[in-house]
Every structure is written in structure tokens, then in C-alpha cells.
């Protein structure tokens, strides 16, 4: 390969680092070239822009980053292929689909600006919570109360009706 191509996909990476909020590193060894495709469609469905990347063009691109991705330079072995997104559970939840198989694996993963490095971290990953979900959380606490205090004000009423009710029928 030549240097300016290498040069050209380091600064198209580096773009796509800067353009997506979230990443994971997985290993795509052993998926034949059907569930390979397979990968690629669901990914398309998903959102989430899957890359095979060499090693050393990758790691050189997270070098040129502004952020630090030092924890991730370890995973850089073997054959590496990059999903990016904007959701950070989303990977997560693809993967799981494949556990069973073991292919792929996760190296490592980039989201909420904090680093999981090892596949055990699978789990935990796919427990976050993307923003709509948390604004969605928040929107429901915020609206409990509020719930509450109308329901007791509606309750309140009928109850002081039926007891004004109850006084005013009540023999003298």
C-alpha cells in the first residue's frame, strides 16, 4: 500500500472518530463471507457504520485523535474491525445476538467517553442507556409527582363532596 492511501484512509478515520461519539473494536475472525454480509446489512439497519481496518493505520488515526484512546492500543492485535455509532448501546445489543457463536468478539469499546476493554464488558455495554431513554426516564419521574398530587386533589374532592353531601342530608 502506499503512503498516500495510507495517509488519505488515517485522516478518513480520524474523521470518522470525530464524527461518531462511540465505537467498538471487535474481532470478525471466523465469520465466512455470508455471515460476514449478514453482519454488514444489520449493522446498515442499525445505524452503525462497520469498518475493517488495519491495525496500524487504526492506531496511528487514535494517536492523531485529541483524545487519548492510550487504554485501546493494546487491542490493536489480530484482525480488528471498527463499529461506529452515535448510540452507544446499540453494538452492544448486536453482539449479544451473537454470544452463542463467540464471532465476533469484543476487543474493546469507546462510549460515554469512557473505555471497556475485554469481551466481558459485552453486558455492561448493553446495559446503557442511550440519551431518548434517559430524557424518556427523566420525563417519567418528573411526571410522577405530578400525577400523584392531582390524583390525591381529584380524590380529595369526591371525598369532601360526599362528606358535605353526607352533612347536608343528614337529618337535623
Known amino acids: 500500500m502506499k503512503k498516500e492511501l495510507k495517509d488519505t484512509i488515517i485522516v478518513e478515520l480520524g474523521e470518522k472518530l470525530k464524527q461518531y461519539p462511540h465505537f467498538y473494536l471487535v474481532d470478525l475472525t471466523g465469520l465466512n463471507a455470508e455471515k460476514t454480509s449478514a453482519l454488514r446489512a444489520k449493522c446498515f439497519k442499525k445505524e452503525i457504520k462497520l469498518l475493517v481496518v488495519k491495525n496500524t493505520l487504526l492506531h496511528r488515526a487514535l494517536e492523531a485523535s485529541e483524545i487519548n484512546y492510550e487504554p485501546?492500543?493494546?487491542?490493536?492485535?489480530?484482525?480488528?474491525?471498527?463499529?461506529?455509532?452515535?448510540?452507544?448501546?446499540?453494538?452492544?445489543?448486536?453482539?449479544?445476538?451473537?454470544?452463542?457463536?463467540?464471532?465476533?468478539?469484543?476487543?474493546?469499546?469507546?462510549?460515554?467517553?469512557?473505555f471497556f476493554v475485554g469481551a466481558d464488558k459485552l453486558e455492561e455495554l448493553a446495559s446503557l442507556k442511550s440519551k431518548n431513554e434517559l430524557i424518556a426516564d427523566v420525563v417519567?419521574?418528573?411526571?410522577?409527582?405530578?400525577?400523584?398530587?392531582?390524583?390525591?386533589?381529584?380524590?380529595?374532592?369526591?371525598?369532601?363532596?360526599?362528606?358535605?353531601?353526607?352533612?347536608?342530608?343528614?337529618p337535623e
Open 72 to 114: 485501546l492500543y493494546d487491542c490493536l492485535k489480530g484482525s480488528t474491525a471498527v463499529m461506529f455509532t452515535n448510540t452507544a448501546n446499540v453494538p452492544a445489543k448486536l453482539l449479544k445476538e451473537y454470544t452463542k457463536e463467540g464471532i465476533p468478539a469484543l476487543k474493546a469499546a469507546y462510549a460515554e467517553e469512557s
Open 140 to 170: 417519567a419521574l418528573l411526571q410522577s409527582p405530578a400525577k400523584n398530587v392531582v390524583s390525591a386533589l381529584q380524590s380529595g374532592a369526591n371525598t369532601i363532596h360526599g362528606v358535605l353531601k353526607t352533612l347536608g342530608e343528614r
